[in-house]
């Protein structure tokens, strides 16, 4: 059960207590956001690399199968 402040002095406090808390808050979500931006920057690399990866075998299974069909003609 929470406490209702009784005057003005003790509003302005919890208001304070509440503002301390977002700034709080707020500085915690800045640093998880730039972790999660570092981390996102190197799974960039990695996933470019396995896109060249299915790409260049997707071309080259290509490449076969126009060969087979030529070489049927």
Known sequence: MEMEPQTEREHIISIQGHITGVKRELNNLKDDVQHVHKDVEKLGGKIDKIYWVVLSTVGAVGLIFIE?????V
């Open 68 to 72: 087979t069909l030529l070489g049927m």
